[in-house]
């Protein structure tokens, strides 16, 4: 766990902390969020502990927030809220907030909550949140037919099912119970499944796939003859390091060089030939530095052809020599 594995948004509002402690609070909230629906208590202490040096960012008032909700700390999470909608002047968390209320025992400034201006401002999925929570603090007063008007809103259709469908069916299930009309409430209940089905979550959602690998893992390099043949157990002729044959090796030299198969010049073959038709156009005598010329020539020849002593025998190679 590095802390890079938070979104992107995340990781944009922290930019402006510095290094160190843009570090320790991106894995302390890495930690909150893989902790919140298992531990909640010990995500809980994980926002705190990136509250202590990220507590003027947003996104870490709104984890503190959210995992003491979940941990049943409703006076610290609405504390947190209320902080995370002053700096970021977003409204998004006031159904939470009003269930906070409800946590205290006060539905009163639940309903107040639910009721206010600015929970006109929230999105579909909010305004249905919040008419759910404004339900349960109507029950929680006892008033169970202001209960059941709170959830008639336009997004309650039987016949389509959005992403909250399932918990706005499931709320008014409850609500129509609650005054005696159990057969529409077992109708909407049994909605809820149909809802479910077709949104591929509840006991319909696919499992999630976690890949264990590391993605910067280096990709296995296959395996080559240098890594399959020793030096030592390379067979005759062959080179271990590249795997060619030691003749095929010395051949791309030989080209590479301009050297023909017996060890000569390409350059000096065609001088020779140059030498030849010289002879031919042109008398020895005339010329009187001809045979100057023709010397260096034969020097050149045996220079080019001292190439090829590699492959001569030392006996022969010092034989030569003594000749010279």
């Known amino acids: 766990m590095t802390g890079k594995e938070l ?18 609070v991106s894995k302390h909230l890495v930690m909150a969020g893989r902790l919140i629906d298992i531990e909640p208590d010990l995500a809980y202490e994980h926002a705190l502990a990136a509250s202590r040096r990220g507590g003027r960012v947003a996104v870490v008032r709104e984890a503190v927030g959210l995992t003491a909700y979940t941990a049943g700390h409703y006076a610290d999470a609405l504390r947190e809220f209320r902080t995370h909608r002053r700096i970021s002047g977003s409204n998004v968390h006031l159904p939470v907030m009003a269930d906070c209320e409800r946590g205290l025992g006060r539905p009163e400034k639940a309903l107040e909550t639910a009721h206010s201006e600015e929970a006109l401002t ?19 007063l006892g008033n169970l037919e ?3 008007a709170e959830l008639e809103i336009p997004q ?21 119970e609650a005054v005696g009309r159990d057969e529409e409430a077992y109708r909407w209940r049994r909605q809820v499944t149909v809802a479910e089905s077709a949104l591929g979550v509840g006991e319909f959602a696919e499992p999630d796939i976690i890949d264990l690998v590391e993605d910067d893992e280096e990709p296995v390099r296959k395996p080559r003859a240098k890594d399959v043949l020793d030096r030592e157990d390379a067979p005759q002729g062959i080179d271990a390091e590249d795997g060619l044959s030691a003749e095929a090796a010395e051949a791309s030299l030989d080209s ?16 020779d030939e140059e030498d030849e038709e010289y002879d ?13 010329d023709d010397e260096e020539d034969e020097d050149s020849e045996e220079d080019f052809g001292s190439f090829g002593a590699d492959e001569q025998d030392p006996a022969s190679i010092d034989a030569t020599s003594d000749e010279r």
Not at 7 to 24: C, F, M, S, V
Not at 122 to 140: H, K, N, R, W, Y
């Open 7 to 24: 979104d992107r948004i995340t990781k944009a509002e922290l930019k402006y902390l510095d290094e160190q402690n843009g570090e320790w």
């Open 122 to 140: 929230l999105d579909i999925p909010g305004q249905v949140e919040m008419a759910i929570i404004a339900s349960g603090a109507q029950t929680d």
């Open 146 to 148: 202001a209960a059941l």
């Open 156 to 176: 309650l259709d039987i016949n389509r099912a959005f992403s909250f469908s399932p918990r706005l069916f499931g709320a008014y299930a409850d609500a129509l």
């Open 256 to 271: 590479a060089d301009g050297i023909d198969e017996d060890g000569n010049s390409e350059d000096a073959f065609d001088d």
């Open 280 to 292: 031919d156009d042109d008398s020895a005598g005339e010329d009187p530095d001809f045979d100057e």
